[in-house]
């Protein structure tokens, strides 16, 4: 028995220890900053099919041309081609024989999720980097790309919405089922 009690000792007193160390290195241990209220206001940028939360601002596709060429060619080339097969952005056609290629054109439901996707995840190499207007003004350039504006159209709040995919009734809306 004295044994086991000097092994359950042992044990408790390991646990202790390890414990008390696991602690002060928890507290040791600092990794960033916290994040203030500030940082975080424009953490969270949606802009939905329906129009809320669009900024204010507006661009052509003839402007976002030069935006594009600085910042997107890099990764989607000259005409949106893409640099690998991950990068396309034009072209496609979701009712080909073979794997659809799945492009703005092509796939995207929404002008205004072209608009977000923009806005919230490019560059990739600096995401949320654009202003308003440059994201106006890619959005405009790449829906020119695809042949569904002319590169003259006034993309905003008001006309991203009115822009017609065409693959708009292409997805189930299922938001309903739970």
């Known amino acids: ?13 390991a646990a202790v220890f390890f414990s008390s160390i696991l602690a002060n290195s ?3 241990v600092r990794l960033g900053t ?3 209220e500030d940082q975080l206001e ?7 099919p329906d129009g809320s939360g669009f900024p204010t601002g507006s661009g052509t596709a003839r402007q976002g041309k030069a935006v594009y060429d600085t910042k997107c060619a890099v990764c989607h080339a000259a005409n949106g ?10 072209g496609g056609d979701m009712h080909s024989a073979e794997s659809p290629l799945r492009t703005v054109g092509s796939f ?6 072209v608009f977000d996707f923009v806005r919230r995840a490019m560059p990739a190499d600096a995401p949320k980097s654009l202003s308003n207007t440059e994201v106006y003004q890619v959005t405009a350039y ?11 159209t006034v993309l ?7 822009i017609e995919m065409p693959n708009a009734n292409g997805f189930i809306d299922r938001s309903h089922i739970q």
Do not use: R
């Open 81 to 90: 081609e893409g640099t690998s097969d991950a990068t396309i952005i034009v």
């Open 142 to 152: 790449v829906l020119y790309l695809n042949g569904l504006i002319d590169e003259n």
């Open 108 to 113: 995207w439901p929404y002008a205004s999720t």
């Open 42 to 48: 424009n953490f969270d940028l949606v802009a939905p």
């Open 26 to 28: 928890q507290e040791t």
């Open 34 to 36: 916290p994040v203030t």
């Open 156 to 162: 905003n709040s008001e006309t991203l919405q009115t």
């Open 1 to 13: 028995m004295s044994m086991f009690k000097k092994a359950l000792t042992c044990s408790f007193l």
